[in-house]
């Protein structure tokens, strides 16, 4: 007989008689030495110095503003040195050790009402909530005693009393905070046996789903709405056992943002209602891809089962879209579902489409080609374009003898020599350190909803003052309305206005210039005078560039690296031979009637009405392309589910285009086509770094143009439908007929 | 005729070129004589006649014209085999016939021209997009 089988034995004789004692009392604790906290805690030794050195939790970072203000404190015995002024709870994660939470959210303000984070501190009398109390010097923290397992059993009892047992119904079933932190932390039997209370669901609109009997009241929802959303939609009703959360009148949920109150809803009470009762979350296969929808690249993870689009969720970016991202990027990708072509198709004489081959389509299209004149073939990469493809078409083109090739959306006569001239120079990270906005002819809560979370992030932080040039429009922080024209920033130039004051006494001003300026014809003329205003603000320096472009489409900032730039703006009036590759916002009236167009895309969109002969391509989400988003940052998609039918890959497809009309492209594959872009854009093959542009504005030629009259124009009509994909997508429909702003 | 094709049995490989022709000739008269059989077993009187179902057997016989290596020969000639096999002995279904041989010639198999001259990029993107 071993020694452990006698150490077994007397463990079970003695967990018998625990058992018999337990079976009498009929206790609510199931860990038998938190019975008696007092006792067990004294039986605990302090453990000795030598502990293993510890990582901190999920890469948090300490960042010392000033070094003469680090504290020490002690976790668990184990000392960290932390700046003034953080919490308890933060100085146990930089330690290394994860506290259970509800109501506590890094990017939230702090409300300290779950109780969860209760940890014991030492001469405290009662155990503390770790997530408000500030970590004073020589703090001993311990976060694993028997009166903090308690305390966390006793918290979680209460909260599970009017917490439904519906978790096999319930969405959130499998990712539940709630649902984790019972089965760690709870007990295993509850002595409420009242009736559990219910709470009427409240309407929040066709994106987010509510249970509110599941609501534990954590309130991180109202906080995110306020703070981050910047609406004061949802709100805390009643007192006691009455509290619920809500909209204080019957109201819909009216922020871009609103789904991201269904990421931090630690329970099953706000879900995603176009995801309701589709799938569980383990059957899903998550893909960490990159944004289309607007020229952020929000980074997200697709979650697909089989060939379909689940959901989509945000990725911690802390430079782009840190975690949240925009109702138009979470819901549009019903959209990937429908509307899809997914056959070569030549129109007839009947002027019906006909299904026909890939030799077929391809065959017609390099014959038609090949006879118009090189000076008649026009080229336009679309919204969703990645950059090898949009590559791909120009040398294609160029090989044709065409050098009519652009990206809608950059207006007639593009700049693309001077990469600080198109995009953010300052980063999207970097607007936290502005102090004054000056936003000409853009309004960011619709074209870019992630910077504009951003700038009311540093407006709601630090007060930044905020002006605006362009049409009335709605903004989410308080902005004055500086004018309507490019009369306006004259004004502001000449120093005439009452906001240049403000500008020029700020320490690091930012300027921000809509992409729908592009589309002006007095462009050049409204940039000099934004680089005259830059100039006396002094925004662009050595340590601070602060005047921006803010795109509004995804293939725009590489479109315009490669130099997709056309000869003549007039050439498509001319065109008999126009390749609209995915291009669904051009105007078609604009294209000759005898001209032969080819539309190669995913969607069958406004563009297929005129082409006579379409290439079926794969979407954002079954390829993998590079964008480059507004900041200049490369990024690449990565394809989370098959292409649709016979569609190929959009690069593939002018590849083989090429190698049918004669003009071969000397690229095979998605490595060949990159080194071909290394040669003429480097920057776009630093994925996942910005590239800043080198500024230098000096160089620019002397612009003799007038500015007009023309008031500024809302560059988009609807946030909610942009581009192909989201125009076809019934959510996004559902949206623009409830939630738009007229 | 079942026990005939009971028999077949692997040949040896052809030794010339010109064995392999004299037994492609004799694969495609087996063929030919078969096809009164097959159209009674498929029930194809109403959707083609024996010369329609005669033609389309050399169609892919010649639609390998172009190999002169005997063991590929003999290789293709095995697969023929086996096909026609499955066919004589009803391992099919009147719509494989129907759909293989009759209506959509080059759906189920690929019975154009083989691709000369084309790079493999787009031998393999007429193939997939994944290839």
Known sequence: MGLGLLASRTLRSARLRTTNFHHLRRSIVSTTELQNAEAAQAQAEPSPAD???????????????NPDDAIEVFVDGYPVKVPKGMTVLQACEIAGIDIPRFCYHSRLSIAGNCRMCLVEVEKSPKPVASCAMPALPGMKI????????????????FLLMNHPLDCPICDQGGECDLQDQSMAFGSDRGRFTEVKRSVVDKNLGPLVKTVMTRCIQCTRCVRFATEVAGVQDLGMLGRGSGEEIGTYVEKLMTSELSGNVIDICPVGALTSKPFAFKARNWELKGTESIDVSDAVGSNIRIDSRGPEVMRILPRLNEDINEEWISDKTRFFYDGLKRQRLNDPMIRGPDGRFKAVSWRDALAVVAEVINQ??????????????????????????????????????NGPQPNADLRSGYIMNTSIGGLEKADVFLLVGTQPRVEAAMVNARIRKTVRATQAKVGYVGPAADFNYDHQHLGTGPQALAEIAEGRHPFCSILMNAKNPCIIVGAGVFERPDKDAIF???????????????DWNGLNVLLL???????????????????????????????????????????????????GDQSVYRANVILPASAFSEKEGIYVNTEGCAQTTIPAVPTVGDARDDWKIIRALSEISGVRLPYDTLSGIRSRIKTVAPNILQIEEREPAAFSYSVKPEIRQEISNTTFEAAVENFYMTDAITRASKIMAQCSALLRKK | MAHLIRNLKVPPNSASLEEARKRTFEFFRMACRSIPSVMDIYNLQDVVTPSELRSSVAAQIRKNAHVTNPKVIDMLLFKGMEEFRNVVEHSKQRHHIIGQYVVGKGLVQDLEPKDEGISNFLKNFYKSNYA
């Open chain 1, 51 to 65: 502990l293993p050195p510890r990582t901190p939790l999920a890469g948090a970072r300490v960042h010392f503003p």
């Open chain 1, 142 to 157: 311990k976060t694993d005693t028997p009166l903090a397992k308690k305390a966390r059993e006793g918290v979680m009892e």
């Open chain 1, 372 to 409: 118009v004149k090189p000076s008649e073939i026009v080229g336009v990469a679309g919204k969703l374009s990645d950059a090898e493809s949009m590559m791909a078409l120009k040398d294609f083109l160029n090989r044709m003898g065409s050098n009519n090739v652009w990206c809608e959306g």
């Open chain 1, 528 to 542: 000099s005078i934004v680089e005259t205003i830059a100039e006396k603000a002094k925004a662009v320096r050595p």
């Open chain 1, 553 to 603: 489409n995804a293939a725009q900032a590489a479109s315009l690296d490669l130099g997709l730039v056309p000869e003549s703006d007039k050439s498509i009036e001319s065109a008999k031979f126009v390749y609209l590759m995915g291009a669904d916002d051009v105007n078609l009236d604009k294209i000759p009637d005898d001209a032969f167009v080819v539309y190669q895309g995913h969607h």
